[in-house]
């Protein structure tokens, strides 16, 4: 018997079969499929008309729809990105420095901050196309490297956001379980932290934007505890170890290393200003964005730094950082009690910050993928991007350091590559032209992205012969120093640097796009 329908569908299904030549009944199945996805269409509507919410994707947003200009709005740009950094997975990159690269607390201390400024200021370049364009960070990518070759940075930007999610997640699972003397599983931990952002992801940038205005303030006092607490036992008398030649290699490397978590927000630095008016200057986008960058992050590498040469003093602090980087810092609060448990625990949260704009914007890059894809609503494929990180991170909780080395050196390579071709095609080739911004969907008015893809490409062969990762070492990264150096995202740009303005001046003479 076939399931029962409505009586309309019922009725407009018979007339279908009275109409049809052979009177079939597969006329009546058909009325099944759209009811289907009209249920879907009806749970999307219901769950896409909760307040907060919010349904774009990565269409464009026109100026007749942007925010007015204030200075809360200013304010709240800089309290965005200094809210969103100033968390723990941050304070262990600076652990690299005194224990892996053996550099000296002053050595360490300067390496990573001019690192990070350069490294926050392409990040604050590109944010600026934000309010220009009304377009997400990896749409305006099209006008610079074409509509279809611009997938590949996709690809690569989707990793991104997932892998430092799952850095987030591990991070703020470590320090709930060392909270907790080991009562509470990491695995928990990790559950809470990815959970948690998910949930905000999914109602994307008012909740967002409401959230961080408030979320650096616990951490800045929690952080600041910590100094109070463990600061005592840093120990900045320490010194870079190795012969001068080895010690300049390990320099370059931190240094390279420091650059690369800033510059990573380059993929997503746009996605959260297109509600600005059209208008708005670039120099208070560039200026509000660097500033929050900068400031938060300097806390925190420094304070990484800190504890990272206390332990080459304190064994108690060596023992806790042979458990966990997680476990290191909540021994930073020895002696606090129970404040400082909940100190710990306050830090742990703070990574939700950090993972909220990565997996909302993750799910916007896999809109870009496909038109397919971009019919699937950002609400359903923030809850998967969540999905997926918190379950990288459970698989690889056991190894977070390694993790961590490799992947950030990894994800600075293709942002710096891509950084170079975006400053070079705005500076060289559309310095006095405008962008036409209403052609972001339509690849006939885009860009072909020969030049782009080309030079993208080469810039990843050169970035290959200078890497020095534990992975892999390339022919050139080997020659500097007893442990080489990472050279990486310096050969990698000098390449591109190099082919890419005679490359777009053939694509243009040859195909005027």
Known sequence: MSPSLPSSDMEAALKRRSDSPTGSVDAVATVEEPTLRHKISHWNARIESLAGLEKRGISRVPPTERHEASTEKYRDMALLWFSTNITANNLAVGLLGPLVFKLGFLDAALCAIFGLILGAAGAAYYSTWGPRSGLRSMVIARFFMGYYPVKIAVVLHVLVTIGYGVIDCIIGGQILSAVSDGSMNVVVGIIIVGFV???MAVFGMSIFYWYQRWAWLPQVIALFVLVGSAGPKFNTIIHSQGDPITINANRLSFFSLCLSP??????TSADFYVYYPEKMPRWITFTMTLTGLVASKTVVYLLGIGLASSTFS??????AYETSSGA????GYDGLGGFGKFCGVVVALGEIGNNIPG????????QMLARSVERIPRWALACGSAAISTACALGGRNELLEILQNFLALMGYWVTIFLCIALEEHLLFKRNKPFDWTAWSDWRRLPLGIAGFSSFLIGWAGAIVGMDQVWYKGPIGTMIGSRGADLGIWMGCGFTLVVYPPLRAVELGHFGR
Do not use: D, E, K, R
């Open 314 to 319: 304190n064994p108690s602090l060596a023992t």
């Open 197 to 199: 952002s998910g949930i």
């Open 359 to 366: 997996t909302y914007s993750s799910a916007l890059g896999f």
């Open 262 to 267: 800033p510059v990573a927000w380059t993929p």
């Open 328 to 331: 290191l810092i909540v021994a």
